[in-house]
Each structure stands twice: as structure tokens, then as C-alpha cells.
């Protein structure tokens, strides 16, 4: 092993990383049993991150430093110095927040100062070991290759994310999620679709990896792709993570099942556990995989006509529809909630069939008047005193 000063960037911003940003940890260098790095210090935080991997034999490598980096050396910078100058180089390192230092053994002793050892317990920096059989170049390259497999990975899981939501917006046959979920094995049996927020990105990919599934970043949130077992169905219930969860029989059926468990997860980081599409209202999922546009008309013919006759003779015929079309759908009860008489009610019905030509008492009507408020809802639209309700929710439909 030589000195030298070449870097194998792991690029990272901050004193954190995004999922798949290439970033390399310590733990992953201490798990690589072939390259037999050994840790001579005990070690507070492996999840340190290297961002460089940096060869050098300076003894203050101070302007080449920006945190993060993982010094190579053979160890000029402490054989034969006095004690005061080998501390004084494990504190330039801990100062600049290097992540360790790895010393190559064979070359100039085969075992590290004991004040280098002390010093570096002492301060905090992590002291590695590389056996002499292995030349620093194989942690260089061992580092560029994990950098670009990591990268890969999120290219991948972006890519899935894609071919889901343009199948989802109606823009993508079928064909390609198929042969998507064939590549991952997902093709013969029932998928169960999981959505999570994305900060448990690294706790979704053990939990694929156990169940033999994969996942997708989707419009900020993660879909993860699994088989149906009792396992999967099991630990999910038993563990702490937010998931809101659907299941697709076939790739077909995906066109429902995404948009379903995203509609579960809000349920489910409400009452922060896993929730199933089935114990919340199934119109909602169904509804979400709707696009905008196709619910649009919904909303101009069956809604606006009610805020913008509002507007005008406060006949509250919009909070009278919603009261009426709660569960129990009864005139009387809906009455009480609003405090009218159960003729007015059935006046402002009959007003709302009058303006829409559509008839709340009937149950065909019932469903698109449901659909108008799921919609206008969905859009931002609420009916606020003081403003000119029915204009906003045109700009908003438009």
C-alpha cells in the first residue's frame, strides 16, 4: 500500500442522506468481511456516513477536508512521532468531523501506537484496521461500487413509480406493470399493496426483502409490492409502522389497489397503525383513482348551482344535501341536525332537483351527488361565509 490522494466521492448534503443518494455508512464497510477492516476502537455511531473515501499520508490534511471523509493511511503521520504530535493529528481529524481513520497494516507496523489508539478512543474518531494482504484501492473501488448500486436501486424504484402513476392516471396500458410485477416475481398471486410516508424508506425495504416483494417511490409517498401471506398480514399488524394497505388479485387491478392504500394511509397515520382499504369507506378509494378531469362535470352540473343559489337567497341547499346523504339517509333525522322542519328539508330537496335535474331521493342521483361533494372536497372547495363560493369552485373545476 502507497500514499496517494485519490477520492471516491460519496456525495451527501449535510450530516444526513436521502434514501438511495449513494451515500455509504460505516456499518457498511464493517459488514464487508471481504475487505477485513477491523475496528480497534469502540464505536459510538456506525451509522456515520462516508462521503469520501481519501487516501493520505498529510499530517494535517485540513484543506482537503469537509466532514465526512474516510482517511486511508499507512500511518506516516504517527510512526515515530512524539505523542503530543500523534493526538495532535487524531484532533486536526475529529475537528473536521472525519467519519475514521483506517490504518493499512504491514507497512510501517503491524499493529498502531497505543497513543493513537487512546487518542482516537478518546475523541471519538472510529480507528479501523485493513489487514496487509488488502491494498487500500479495494476500499476505493468497494465504495464507487456500492455509490453507484445504491443509485441504482432508487432508479429503479423511481422508475416503478412512474409506470404506477401513468397507470393509475388511465395514460398507461396494462402491459407494462405486468411485466413489471413478472421481473419481481409478483405475477402468479394476489399483490398486497402497502403505502408509507417516506421516512420509513429503509424499514419498507427490510420488510420487502423478508417477503420476497419490491417498492416504488410514488408521488412522495411508497409503495411497497408484496406477495399475500399470513406472515406479511401478520407482521404488519404487530408492528409499529404506518401503512395503509389494499390488495390487487392482478396487475389490472392495480388501477384501484394504489390509489386505495394511499387513501388508507391518511386513515392510517391518523390513527398511527396499519389500516386496511376495507375499513374505511371503499367509495374514497375508488373515487382516488378517478382522474380530476372525469369528476369535474360532476361537480360544475350537480354542485354549483346549489353554492351559487346560495349565494344569493342563503337557502343552505348545499349543508341541507350533505345532512340528507349522511349513512342513515332519514328525512327526519337530517331535519333535526340541520333544525328545520322535515318539510323544509323536503322543500330544499325538492329546490336541489329543480337547479340540477337530479333528485337526491332517487339512489342513482344519490351516487352522483356523492361523488360531486367527494370531489369538491378533494379540490380545496368549502363553502365559506363572505366569499363568492360558487366562483371559486368554478376557477377550481376549470
Known amino acids: 500500500m502507497t500514499p496517494g490522494h485519490q477520492i471516491a466521492e460519496q456525495s451527501v448534503d449535510g450530516a444526513c ?31 456515520r ?49 472525519v467519519s475514521a481513520l483506517v490504518v493499512g497494516l504491514g507497512d510501517l507496523f503491524d499493529e498502531p501506537p497505543a497513543v493513537l489508539h487512546s487518542a482516537c478512543q478518546d475523541m471519538d474518531l472510529p480507528l479501523l484496521a485493513l489487514h496487509a494482504a488488502v491494498p487500500f484501492r479495494r476500499i476505493v473501488d468497494w465504495a464507487e461500487s456500492m455509490r453507484v448500486a445504491d443509485r441504482e436501486i432508487g432508479a429503479r424504484e423511481r ?15 396494462v402491459s407494462p406493470v405486468q411485466s413489471a410485477l413478472a421481473e419481481h416475481g409478483l405475477a402468479a398471486a394476489p399483490v ?22 419490491t417498492m416504488a417511490v410514488l408521488d412522495e409517498r411508497i409503495v411497497a409490492l408484496c406477495p399475500h401471506t399470513e406472515s406479511l398480514t401478520a407482521e404488519l399488524s404487530e408492528s409499529a409502522l404506518v401503512c395503509g394497505m389494499a390488495m390487487a388479485p392482478d396487475a389490472q387491478s392495480m388501477a384501484y389497489a394504489i390509489p386505495e392504500a394511499l387513501e388508507a394511509l391518511q386513515e392510517a397515520s391518523r390513527w398511527q397503525r396499519t389500516v386496511h382499504i376495507d375499513e374505511i369507506a371503499t367509495l374514497d378509494g375508488l373515487l382516488a383513482a378517478v382522474p380530476k378531469v372525469r369528476l ?17 337567497n342563503s337557502a343552505h341547499l348545499v349543508a341541507s344535501l350533505e345532512a340528507f346523504l349522511a349513512p342513515d339517509l332519514d ?8 333544525y328545520v322542519h322535515v318539510n323544509t328539508l323536503r322543500n330544499r330537496l325538492a329546490k336541489i332537483a329543480e337547479l340540477t335535474g337530479a333528485n337526491p331521493l332517487e339512489e342513482t342521483d344519490r351516487i352522483n ?27 377550481r373545476t376549470r
Not at 456499518?27 to 459510538?44: F, N
Request: glycine share 8%; charged share 20%.
Open 331 to 338: 328525512l327526519a333525522t337530517a331535519a333535526n341536525k340541520l
Open 369 to 395: 351527488f356523492r361523488i360531486a361533494l367527494w370531489a369538491a372536497m378533494k379540490m380545496g372547495m368549502r363553502d365559506t361565509a363572505g366569499q363568492d363560493a360558487g366562483a371559486a369552485l368554478r376557477s
Open 192 to 213: 398486497v399493496v402497502c403505502a408509507f410516508t417516506p421516512e420509513l424508506h429503509v424499514d419498507v425495504h427490510q420488510l420487502v426483502d423478508r417477503h420476497g416483494g
Open 49 to 97: 456516513l462516508i462521503r469520501y473515501v481519501y487516501p493520505t499520508e498529510l499530517a494535517d490534511p485540513t484543506p482537503y477536508l469537509s466532514g465526512g471523509e474516510l482517511i486511508l493511511s499507512v500511518g506516516v503521520p504517527v510512526v515515530g512521532r512524539p505523542d503530543e504530535e500523534i493526538r495532535r493529528y487524531v484532533a486536526t481529524l475529529a475537528a473536521q468531523s
Open 159 to 173: 422508475d416503478l413509480g412512474s409506470i404506477l402513476r401513468w397507470f393509475v392516471a388511465g395514460t398507461l396500458g
Open 296 to 312: 369535474v362535470p360532476f361537480v360544475q352540473r350537480l354542485l354549483v348551482p346549489l353554492v351559487d343559489h346560495d349565494k344569493v
Open 17 to 47: 442522506s436521502a434514501p438511495h443518494d449513494g451515500t455509504v455508512r460505516l456499518r457498511d464497510l464493517l459488514a464487508e468481511s471481504s475487505l477485513r477492516v477491523e475496528a480497534l476502537t469502540s464505536i459510538r455511531d456506525e451509522d
